[in-house]
Structure formats: C-alpha cells, structure tokens
C-alpha cells in the first residue's frame, strides 16, 4: 500500500488498545482526558470543554472537545490519506469526539475506518445502550467494524484478561482489514 496510513487511537480504552498494537504504522493517541493523554504522550482534546477531567460519560461533551480543538485534528490528520480509528465505545470521548473526528477526517478528504471494541456483560446497561447509538450514528458516515467480546459464563479469569482479549480482536479486525487492502 502507497498510501499514508495513520492509527489514530481515541478514549483511554482506544488508547489501550493500540498501547498493544506491533503495526509498524504511525501512531498517535487522543484523549480528553489528561491523565491519559500524558501516560501515552497524546494529544489531548477539549482542554477548555472538559476542563480537569474527561468528558466522563457525555458524548456532546466528547463533540464539543473536538470543536474546540479541530485545527489540531487537521495538523495531525495533514499528512495521511488514510485514517485507522481505533477505539471502545460507551464513554463520551470514544463516542462523541470519534464522531466528530471521522467528519473532520472526510471533509479533509481522508479515507476513514473505525474499529471498535463493545462494552462487557458486566458494564453498566447505560454503557451498551451508548455504544449502539455511537455505532450507529458513526456507520452513517463511515465503516465502523466492531468486535463484541463474548464472556464463557464460566470464565474465571480476571477483568485486565477480558480487556486484553478484545484488544487483541480488535488489532486482529484491523490486521484483516489491512491485508484485504495490500
Ligand atoms: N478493549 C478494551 N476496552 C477497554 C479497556 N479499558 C476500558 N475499556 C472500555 O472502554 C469503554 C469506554 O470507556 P473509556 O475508554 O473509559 O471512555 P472514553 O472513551 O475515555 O470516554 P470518557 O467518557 O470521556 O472517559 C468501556 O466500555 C470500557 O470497558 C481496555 O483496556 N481494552
Ligand atoms: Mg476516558
């Protein structure tokens, strides 16, 4: 492939996921959240939207952070012509700021895929029931593949296992992708 590709990593799940990625591919992870955006020396979004913390749950917020810092989406988005969401849907950045940068990425011209995690079982009902809004307002204007992680009743593993299985379905997804594109 000769285009110029980009992962771009989006919320603290997204951002933990491509934490694990080993694509040789350029990088960057955003974040409203600046504890965050500093454990992975992001970018961080909505600085004055969000104020001290995250947009904790609210996906206008997550809309507006992205508003506010649009110009810097364009910088990092210039060079590419190729943009690989990755993300883990049901908070407000990973819904709202994912939505808003997709529109930013087509109106620059870019192509765009959004790859995404589903909330556990276990989550709060409120975090699926957001996830399925964002796919489906995101599958409007883009591709969105989602990997739904479906837990063994039986499982006895821990939580942070959970999550490493879907990053790893998740990377798996985009590493498919990739090779239908070479
Ligand atoms: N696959 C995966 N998902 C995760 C991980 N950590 C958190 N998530 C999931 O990510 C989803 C969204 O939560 P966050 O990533 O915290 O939300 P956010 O996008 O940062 O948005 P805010 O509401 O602004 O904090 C939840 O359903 C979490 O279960 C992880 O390590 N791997
Ligand atoms: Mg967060």
Known sequence: MSQKQLIMAIGNGGCK?????ALELDKVYIDTDPEVVEKYNGTRIGAKTCGKYSTQGDVELGRSAV???AKEIEKIINEY????IIT??????????????AKICISN???????AGMPF????????LMANDSFKEISKICEVKTVQYVQDRNYK???GNLFE??????????????????
């Open 17 to 21: 996921i491509v934490k694990s990625s």
């Open 67 to 69: 508003l506010e810092s």
């Open 81 to 84: 012509e190729k943009v690989y």
């Open 88 to 101: 883990s849907f049901s908070g407000g950045t990973s819904g709202g700021s994912t939505e808003e940068i």
């Open 109 to 115: 011209n870019k192509e765009v895929t959004v790859f």
């Open 121 to 128: 079982d276990f989550e709060m009902r409120r975090r699926t």
């Open 157 to 159: 593993g821990t939580i």
């Open 165 to 182: 299985s879907q990053n790893h379905l998740v990377l798996a997804l985009l590493e498919e992708y990739l090779n239908e594109e070479n």
